[in-house]
């Protein structure tokens, strides 16, 4: 009797790939509409922590 290997095809390696994984999208999407085009210099000290606020629980 042979088995036969099945090759995990979920397993997809997010290192090499040019797309992040949905979650991580999402995530780095919130935080372009919160910088909302501006210049890191434009961004005041007290915003950061809100701007870079991630996987909001």
């Known amino acids: 009797m042979t088995a036969n290997k099945k090759k995990f095809t979920t397993e997809f390696d997010y290192n090499k790939s040019s797309k ?7 995530e ?12 890191l210099s434009e961004i005041k000290t007290k915003e950061v922590p809100h701007i870079l606020k991630v996987f909001n629980f």
Request: aromatic share 0%; proline share 5%.
């Open 28 to 39: 780095c999407e919130k935080i372009n509409k919160r910088v909302n085009n501006r210049k």
């Open 20 to 26: 992040a994984c949905p979650a991580c999208a999402t």
